[in-house]
Nanobody
C-alpha cells in the first residue's frame, strides 16, 4: 500500500514562506486526487488544498486561497504545497493524503508561524 512521507515544515515568522513536500513510496499517486490537510492543536484535521490527478483542477480552503499553491510531479511521485504570507493561524501539523478515501496517514510535518 502507498506510504506517504511529508517534509519541509519548520518555524517561520508571520509573513514568511515554506514549501512542503510529500513523497510517496510502495505505489504511485499519479492517478489519485491528492490533497494537503492540517491539524492545529486541539482542533480536528481539516482540508487545506486539493489537486486532480492531471494537476489541472485545484481547490483551496478559503482562508489559504491566494497564499498557498498546491502542485504535483507525477514523474517523481511527489506532491508539494508552497505556502506564502504565512499567518500564526496556519500553525499545525500538515499531512498529504488521497483526497477521497484516505490512505494510511504519514507522520506529518510541523509548521509553526510565530507572530
Amino acid at each position: 500500500q502507498v506510504q506517504l512521507a511529508e517534509s519541509g515544515g519548520g518555524l517561520v515568522q508571520d509573513g514568511g514562506s515554506l514549501r512542503l513536500s510529500c513523497a510517496a513510496s510502495s505505489g504511485t499517486i499519479g492517478s489519485l486526487v491528492m490533497g494537503w490537510f492540517r491539524q492545529a492543536p486541539g482542533k480536528n484535521r481539516e482540508f487545506v488544498a486539493g489537486i486532480s490527478a492531471s494537476g489541472g483542477s485545484l481547490k483551496y480552503l478559503d482562508s489559504v486561497r491566494g497564499r498557498f499553491t498546491i502542485s504535483r510531479d507525477n514523474a517523481k511521485n511527489t506532491l508539494h504545497l508552497q505556502m506564502d504570507s504565512l499567518k500564526p493561524e496556519d500553525t499545525g501539523v500538515y499531512y498529504c493524503n488521497r483526497a477521497l478515501g484516505f490512505l494510511p496517514w504519514g507522520q506529518g510535518t510541523q509548521v509553526t508561524v510565530s507572530s
